[in-house]
């Protein structure tokens, strides 16, 4: 493991593979600080392009095999956490990683980080939304949409090796494969992991399932569980709020807010929600609206971030900077306490030898999700001809064989998107 991470062990078992009775889980505190962890996630919110579920990949790089703060299985038990609770998933992922290294605080640093560059972006745009136009512009989305393809390539490859390793395993992930295609958005992905879940208890139910790493998250049951009541608070009781600022700063809040509760199924699964909560009543026009749109698609980071443009182009006011801060934080805020509620919970929900093994189904299943997000949404929206594919092929031999870092594919594909608009 490198030097300078946090140490995670793994439980001790029984001779069948189980832990014992009550075993608590083992391991060291977290070392790290959230100034560290705002550093990495800054960076990755300044390169993560591509969606929630390419997002995936860009973690499990640089947390996983690079930097080593959680193990594979570790890791894609999260992801499944992730998956199952409304909201962002790769936010959601971040700020559990940020909690793990860092504390608290350094679960906040690590959406502050993250977030931060696609907000701005999405700020600046809508003060500038006129000046956003010309070939120069279209190349640059499409070349930063084509990262995306490389990038869910290899995150595939890398967890089906580790998350599939037998056939009974590599048959749910085709299954989630072949049910997430049919069923896109939440209904597929989520039916896939309960699916999965389902079935890998049954699957050689002789098998020993050693108990997988099971990292300490420093959060205790009081918090959590002051976490969940908010959650519930502020989506059961809107008038709690609504005497703390004016009736159109509460009015935006609550509307972006119960967009962010009600969302499975990650970024994109939000613009009808959104749509609904700021077009219906006149805060933003459709134009506005879609233009936005089109942006949000080509920045960094979460997808979620959209609501920083939409909050600063809404009226009445608040609008422009107060309204992106009031409309940033209360789309996340339900996801972030969700699953921070969670967190101390999950080790005794998933420790159990029948609850690992419908663990292994469900990280299959993972596996398929995240292949058909490569088929489309990814695929299908970069990929618009030969050169294209030769690029994505291009990427991915440079990640894969090369080994060069992701940022610096990310800065490759947006300059030959532009050449190619250019030209």
């Known amino acids: 493991m490198a030097s ?18 009550g075993t608590p889980p083992t391991g060291t505190p977290p070392t790290g600080t ?13 390169t993560c392009f591509g969606g929630p579920l390419a997002h995936l990949g860009y973690f499990r790089t640089e947390f996983v095999t690079r930097r080593g703060w959680i193990g594979e ?20 992922l971040g700020f559990s990683l940020g909690v793990l290294r860092g504390g608290t605080l350094g679960g906040l640093a690590a959406w502050v980080g993250f977030t931060l560059p696609s907000a701005a ?4 745009f809508a003060y ?72 890998g208890p049954i699957l050689r139910p002789g098998d020993a399932v050693v108990q997988a790493e099971s990292p300490i998250y420093p959060v205790s049951k009081r918090q959590a569980l002051t976490a969940l009541a908010s959650f519930i608070a502020l989506c059961l009781a809107p008038f709690a709020i609504q005497p703390l600022a004016g009736r159109q700063a509460a009015d935006l809040f609550l509307a972006f807010y119960r967009s962010g509760a009600l969302v499975f199924g990650g970024g994109h699964v939000v613009l009808p929600l959104l749509q609904g909560a700021v077009v219906a009543p006149g805060w933003v026009s459709d134009n506005d609206f879609l233009a936005g749109y089109g942006v949000a698609q080509a920045v960094p980071g979460p997808m979620f971030s959209f609501a920083a443009y939409l909050g600063a182009v809404s009226g ?49 299943a993972v596996v398929g999700i995240l292949a058909a997000a490569f088929i489309t949404p990814v695929c299908t929206s970069a990929i618009t001809g030969p050169a294209d594919a030769l690029s994505a092929m291009i990427g991915l031999m440079l990640l894969l064989i090369a080994r060069v870092p992701s940022w610096l594919v990310v800065i490759l594909s947006a300059a030959w998107g ?6």
């Open 4 to 21: 300078g991470t946090s140490v995670i062990q793994t439980d001790k078992t029984t001779a069948s593979g189980a832990p014992p009775p």
């Open 34 to 46: 959230p100034w560290e962890v705002f550093l990495v996630f800054l960076k990755l919110g300044l």
């Open 73 to 92: 299985a570790a890791y894609a038990d999260l992801v499944a956490l992730c998956q199952f609770l409304p909201g962002p998933t790769s936010s959601k």
């Open 121 to 124: 972006i999405m700020l600046g």
């Open 128 to 199: 500038a939304a006129a000046s956003f136009t010309g070939p120069v512009a279209t190349g640059l989305i499409d070349g930063l949409k084509l990262v995306a393809v490389p990038v869910v390539a290899q995150a595939v490859i890398g967890m089906g090796r580790s998350l599939t390793p037998d056939w009974p395993r590599r048959t749910i992930g085709l299954a989630a494969l072949a049910l997430t295609l049919a069923l896109p958005g939440a209904p597929g992905q989520i039916g896939s992991i309960v699916l999965g879940a389902l079935v």
């Open 316 to 364: 009445p006011a608040p609008n422009g900077l107060v309204g992106a801060a009031i409309a940033t934080v209360a789309v996340f805020l339900p996801a972030l306490l969700l699953v921070y509620g969670m967190l101390p919970f999950w080790h005794g929900i998933s420790a159990g030898n029948w609850a690992r093994r419908a663990m292994r189904g469900a990280n299959a």
């Open 418 to 423: 532009i050449a190619h608009a250019l030209i």
